[in-house]
């Protein structure tokens, strides 16, 4: 016996010759033959070349942006630094328009009466760039975007961790300038800037009293005052319509963690121009934003590209906030001015109730009329001065017409509103009968 037929024993392979394949075998034999027949005729894919590196030789930051490598006892990090004067244009403003902001009206949008107190200059305009949008313990803050007004003009610092070494040494730069601060004006930063940069401090272990400041979120009331007329209030948004900035050529938010991340592979500083210039761009719209906002709440008329029902919400918001007084100013805009003639239907309506609320019953009947001279069935135009004639003018008999017509006439009020008004005028009518 060989050595190999041995082997095959001790394994206990088969020495036999192999019998012919079977019916089944020899189905999956044929497919199989089939199948390499179809990918035969397919195209062969072609492996892609490696990728040339676009930037080719890589140029330092500081060729690319103006600022200078800083270092304090937790470490090293860049630091970019601006100055815009006053006479710096902005969209539509000069930087100067911002540097007064009504503290008053800045607390009324943030809901806080903490910012009447503060002045102007105690305030830190914050914007932060991050390895990723959702946030989490894992997400960086790489560029964080200060600004502040001071002597005239508006102070812009950007701190860059060039890598995850240097984030602490950033975050306590950081806190020494918050430190410094009275109160915070972000960009839907409740939500996210300031709650991934506490805990960024914390996983640090690095004290900030940061997250505890006064804090204006100019998202919350840019959508209350002037969403009605926007497509949505992001930020980009704002500036187009509001502001009257255009940003040309800027890199989407989507795309600003993966330039990051390719930096820290390549550390060319053309990666992170755009980046630098976005972050600008938004703490200075952040301040020019601040103002156009207080502005509104103080009813300046000669505010350019407000729209009527823009200090219409801004009065709705002021009644929420309890400050009828400064709400009346805003009203006094749709006497002053033909503010009025450019509200819809619907907004005169609330403008009339705004009247009612705070006894402006002259302005409120004047618009019921104009609202029934253009639709005599409308429904809350009828109720509402069929109320005012028969409580306040005490002319029950002209309620009475009123009410009567409204219901005689091809109307489309719904079931409730018609024994509304059929309930007012049973009332109206037993009052003009114990009159006579």
Not at 12 to 28: L, W, Y
Not at 189 to 205: E, P
Not at 232 to 254: C, K, M, Q, Y
Not at 291 to 303: D, F, G, R, S, W
């Amino acid at each position: 016996m060989s050595s190999i037929d041995k082997l095959k024993r001790l394994t206990g392979e088969k020495t036999t010759k192999p019998t012919a394949p079977s019916e089944k075998q020899a189905r999956i034999d044929e497919l199989r033959r089939r199948m390499d027949m179809i990918l035969s005729r397919r195209p062969q894919i072609q492996t892609a070349a490696p990728k040339k590196e676009f930037w080719g030789e890589t140029i330092a930051l500081e060729k690319i942006v103006r600022g200078e490598e800083m270092e304090n006892k937790h470490g090293k990090f860049f630091l970019a630094s601006d100055i815009l004067a006053g006479n710096c244009r902005h969209g539509r403003r000069n930087i100067r328009e911002t540097l007064n902001l009504d503290m008053n009206a800045a607390g009324v949008l943030a809901g806080d009466n903490a910012l009447s107190n503060c002045r102007c200059e105690e305030g830190l305009f914050l914007d932060t760039e991050t390895t990723g949008l959702a946030g989490g313990t894992g997400t960086l803050a790489f560029l964080i975007g200060l600004g502040w007004f001071e002597e005239g003009a508006f102070h812009i610092r950007q701190i860059f961790a060039r890598d995850f070494s240097e984030e602490r040494a950033a975050l306590f730069y950081l806190a020494q300038i918050a430190a410094q601060k009275n109160f915070l004006v972000t960009f839907n930063g409740k939500a996210f800037d300031v709650n991934l940069l506490n805990t960024r401090f914390i996983l640090n272990r690095l004290k900030s009293d940061m997250a505890s400041l006064p804090h204006l979120d100019l998202l919350h009331p840019s959508r209350r005052i002037l969403g009605h007329r926007l497509e949505n209030s992001r930020l980009g948004t704002l500036e187009a319509e509001v502001l009257g900035v255009f940003r040309e050529g800027d890199i989407p938010g989507w795309e600003i963690p993966q330039r990051y991340f390719d930096w820290l592979k390549n550390r060319d500083g053309r990666l992170l121009e755009a980046i630098f210039e976005h972050n600008k761009l938004d703490v200075i719209s952040m301040a020019t934003l601040t103002a156009h906002l207080t502005e509104i709440l103080c009813a300046k008329q000669e505010l350019q590209n407000s729209h009527a029902d823009d200090y219409l919400a801004a009065a709705r918001l002021l009644f929420k906030r309890r400050d009828a007084g400064r709400a009346g100013k805003i009203l006094d805009v749709f006497n002053e001015s033909p503010a009025g003639a450019e509200l819809s239907v619907i907004s005169k309506k609330e403008l009339a109730s705004l009247c009612k609320r705070t006894g402006r019953w002259q302005e409120a009947t004047q618009i019921w009329q104009e609202l029934l001279e253009i639709t005599p069935v409308d429904f809350s135009a009828v109720s509402e001065m069929a109320k005012w004639l028969e409580h306040r003018a005490r002319d029950c008999q002209a309620a009475k017409i009123l009410v009567e017509s409204a219901l005689n006439q091809n109307n489309g009020f719904s079931l409730d509103e018609k024994e509304s008004l059929a309930h007012r005028l049973k009332r109206l009518k037993t009052k003009t009968e114990k009159a006579r």
